[in-house]
């Protein structure tokens, strides 16, 4: 287990035979590696075949789902909804994070290598990391939105609000394109023994603080200020719908609730896999081999399963949501069927999310 490169998601390169004597960067500066061979038990080509076919299928329904919700939203005559401008970036971030897996899965199949050139892998983890810090960080800001637009805002100037709902999401793109450059600049093309991984490759003085300061702060960003944040406001958002006697308003606490579960059943394994892995790569739990094939897998499938919200977000936030749906259907099947009148009976029968947040307001 090398005790210094901690794999960030989709790095995890197999690295654990590397020694100082056969490490090279393409740039000419690489660290010190300290290592210790271990018996290969684990079957990695089997681990990593499989969970290409599911990267796989994870792009092709993300890349479905995602695109009918950003062509939705261009469609849209009506789009006053509060969160749809969330929405709209949500869906965006989650495709930019789908496009990129088609690389990953080719780098999988080779057992991580990499050979598509240095700026190929900056640019590819680039991309990947702002939007999935960006889909992340939508969803919190979705879940303070909805909760204040409920029970504070719902009389207040619209335009006003949609200005500022736009200052957000052009602050969370920032963000994300800030908390990645790090990391991404950092990232080089290693050989060793004729195989090439692209992976971070921080300066030796400090390598060990370069490393802690990324993957704590991965954990602090990506889950542990997130995710309190989703589950406080929607748990307060659920309080709010529920003082209502509307059976059909208290069965959307049951959506909410799913909210709050869908993200910590994604994010919840992987990040507990990585702080196993901190701990286990600066010696605070002794090393084994055992240890060191558990998290190579548990590593790699957690991983995987994460992104699986990038498929379920457009269902759980976009197709449940009534106003989308309604939305959906003009758009499908009613466009161009204006003779029929069903077009004009969906959108008179619409309510906004304005609407309902006045309802509710008075419910309380």
């Not at 990953?104 to 991309?127: D, F, N, P, R, Y």
């Not at 790090?182 to 030796?204: H, W």
């Not at 600066?282 to 994460?306: G, N």
């Amino acid at each position: 287990m090398n005790t210094i490169d901690l794999p960030p998601i989709f790095d995890l390169a197999e690295v654990e035979n590397l020694t100082e004597s056969n490490l090279t960067c393409s740039t000419g500066d690489c660290i010190t590696v300290d290592s210790l061979s271990c018996p290969n038990t684990l079957s990695k080509s089997a681990l990593l075949y499989t969970l290409s076919i599911f990267y796989i299928f994870i792009f092709m329904i993300g890349l479905v789902a995602n695109f009918v919700v950003i062509w939705m939203n261009f469609q849209a005559k009506t789009t006053g909804y509060e969160t749809h401008l969330y929405i709209f970036n949500l869906a965006i971030a989650d495709l930019c994070v789908i496009i990129t897996l088609p690389v990953w899965v080719a780098s999988l199949l080779q057992h991580s290598q990499w050979h598509m050139g240095e700026i190929t892998c900056k640019i590819t983890h680039l991309v990947f990391s702002i939007n999935l810090y960006g889909s992340i960080f939508f969803l919190a800001c979705m879940s303070v939105d909805r909760y204040l637009s409920v029970t504070y805002f719902t009389t207040s100037n619209s335009s006003k609000n949609k200005r500022i709902r736009q200052c957000i999401c052009l602050f969370v793109w920032l963000l994300g394109f800030l908390v990645s450059l790090p990391d991404t600049y950092y990232l080089k093309t290693v050989s060793s023994n004729n195989e090439t991984y692209c992976r971070p490759v921080y300066p030796e003085e400090n390598a060990k603080e370069w490393l802690a300061g990324m993957e704590l702060s991965s954990l602090i960003l990506g889950f542990l200020i997130p995710f309190p944040v989703i589950a406080i406001f929607y748990c307060l958002l659920a309080k709010a719908v529920s003082a209502s006697n509307d059976q059909e308003r208290k069965s959307n606490g049951k959506i909410i609730f799913a909210y709050v579960i869908v993200f910590l059943t994604c994010w919840l394994p992987y990040h507990l896999a990585v702080f196993l892995d901190f701990l286990l790569a600066f010696h605070f739990i002794p090393f084994s081999c055992q240890m060191e094939h558990f998290l190579y897998a548990a590593l790699h499938v957690t991983q995987c399963f994460s992104l699986v919200h990038c498929c379920i977000n457009p269902i759980l936030y976009s197709f449940i949501n009534r106003n989308y749906k309604y939305e959906l259907m003009k758009a499908f099947i009613f466009k161009y069927s204006a003779k029929t009148g069903l077009a004009k009976l969906i959108e008179t029968s619409r309510v906004s999310e304005t609407e309902y947040s006045a309802l509710e307001q008075n419910a309380k």
